[in-house]
């Protein structure tokens, strides 16, 4: 049998995987065909970002918000006119019918709700991570599937202009034969609730997944990883809970290894002084580098909100800076961009592959960090994504 190198094997399987997604997606069914129907479940602080932009969308119809602190609900409702109101999921499930759910809740919360979802025959978006382990996301994949559903998880780096030109620089061989990257993301850290610092919460599924889901965008799924995960602060005082003990890690460094050799490196915790503040808006630093053999780049600004990539080649040392303009990308646009795929019938950038990879990195680097070992990892997704 002819030798079938890694890569070939993911383009063929991306083709494969697209055709059969391309095709799922022709079978999917609306209440309507005009606009996607929005259930909106946890309107907590990320609704106050979600909810503007789904409010402008020509393309869908927000139906429903759910809290189990309905105050909340009532008030977003209010503030975006929308017409049904309910404090429990099972209620929203049954009330007024719609198409997708979005989402918002804790992320201890996602799996379950994600399954209540799909079992009552609603396409989901889910903030990260889709689930609380990636055997419970593979499973809520499959029972999409089953059920001719779609779900999709946060988040959506990979749409942004700047993700697209350091994907094609890479994919056109402008730094030569790649061999090293390296991200960072961190903050202070939350502190309006708790669920971010409990068993299940962390660092990682916070904000080390956005560095993740670039560079494995960027490189192709991992193939290992060798990581450590500490925390630094071990007792913190949040508005919901008041004093807490942190029983997620808040302080994580991962090693992933990528085809062809390429090691690549990414660090997120919630002890992160940045003088730039959580965007990060007008620092010139690098966030994500890339190196190899014949060029390397920098994205400046953290990857869900990028303000430019700098380019440095062999034939051009002198770094230049390429799309300074997010143009129309913003980090909370996953559920809205879902929704136009949904309408046209065209698959998105986002694949809830990549995001069930990530989460397998993650709670691989946990294994790791526990056992001391270096971990095999067997998921992968369609790439390269651009
Ligand atoms: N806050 C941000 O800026 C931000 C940005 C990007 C992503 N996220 C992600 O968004 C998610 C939510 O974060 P947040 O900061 O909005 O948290 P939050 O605590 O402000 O909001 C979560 C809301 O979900 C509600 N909720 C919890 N369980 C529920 C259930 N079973 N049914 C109905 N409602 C329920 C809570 O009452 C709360 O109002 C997390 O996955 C987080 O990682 C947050």
């Known amino acids: 049998m002819k030798n079938q190198s890694r890569k070939e094997f993911l383009q063929q399987s991306a083709m494969a995987g697209a055709a059969l997604l391309l095709s799922?997606?022709?079978a999917v069914a609306f209440t309507e065909n005009k606009k996607i129907k929005i259930g909106i479940v946890g309107c907590g602080s990320v609704s106050g970002q979600y909810l503007p932009h789904l409010s402008k969308s020509a393309h869908v119809e927000l139906v429903s918000v759910c809290?189990?602190?309905?105050?909340?609900?009532?008030?977003?409702?209010?503030?975006?006119?929308?017409?049904?109101?309910?404090?429990?999921?099972?209620?929203?499930?049954?009330?007024?019918?719609?198409?997708?759910?979005?989402?918002?809740?804790?992320?201890?919360?996602?799996g379950r709700l994600n399954?209540?979802?799909?079992?009552?025959?609603?396409?989901?978006?889910s903030e990260k991570p889709m689930a609380n382990t990636y055997k419970e996301g593979k499973a809520l994949l499959d029972m999409a599937r089953e059920k001719k559903l779609?779900?999709?998880?946060?988040?959506?780096?990979?749409?942004?202009?700047?993700?697209?030109?350091?994907?094609?620089?890479?994919?056109?061989?402008?730094?030569?034969?790649?061999?090293?990257a390296h991200a960072h993301y961190g903050h202070e850290g939350p502190h309006w609730s708790a669920f971010f610092y409990e068993k299940g919460g962390g660092s990682l599924p916070d904000l080390g997944v956005y560095n993740l889901a670039t560079l494995t965008g960027l490189l192709g799924p991992a193939k290992s990883v060798i990581a450590m995960t500490t925390i630094v602060t071990p007792e913190r005082t949040v508005d919901n809970k008041g004093k807490i003990q942190v029983e997620a890690e808040d302080n994580a460094m991962i090693i992933m290894e990528h085809e062809g050799g390429v090691l690549s490196h990414v660090q997120s915790g919630f002890n992160y002084f940045d003088p730039y503040g959580h965007g990060g808006k007008g620092q010139d630093r690098h966030t994500i580098?890339?190196?190899?053999?014949?060029?390397?780049?920098?994205?400046?600004?953290?990857?869900?909100?990028?303000?430019?990539?700098?380019?440095?080649?062999?034939?051009?040392?002198?770094?230049?800076?390429h799309v300074p303009d997010p143009k129309t990308y913003v980090w909370q646009e996953g559920a809205t961009v879902i929704s136009k795929s949904l309408l046209d019938k065209n698959e998105p950038l986002i694949s809830p592959e990549h995001a069930l990879h990530v989460l397998d990195i993650i709670e691989s680097a946990r294994a790791s960090s526990q056992t001391g070992q270096k971990?095999?990892?067997?998921s992968s997704f369609r790439w390269p994504i651009v």
């Open 289 to 321: 580098s890339i190196w190899g053999t014949k060029g390397n780049m920098g994205l400046v600004g953290y990857d869900w909100a990028p303000f430019g990539v700098d380019l440095a080649t062999m034939d051009s040392p002198t770094p230049v800076r």
């Open 150 to 180: 779609r779900i999709w998880g946060a988040p959506a780096v990979v749409n942004s202009p700047q993700f697209a030109f350091m994907s094609k620089a890479i994919q056109e061989g402008k730094l030569g034969k790649v061999s090293a």
């Open 24 to 26: 799922s997606l022709e």
């Open 375 to 378: 971990i095999s990892l067997q």
């Open 67 to 110: 809290d189990i602190v309905l105050e909340r609900a009532k008030n977003r409702a209010k503030e975006f006119n929308v017409p049904h109101v309910y404090e429990h999921i099972y209620q929203q499930l049954a009330g007024a019918p719609f198409d997708l759910l979005v989402n918002l809740t804790d992320m201890q919360e996602h």
């Open 115 to 125: 399954k209540m979802a799909l079992a009552s025959g609603k396409h989901v978006w």
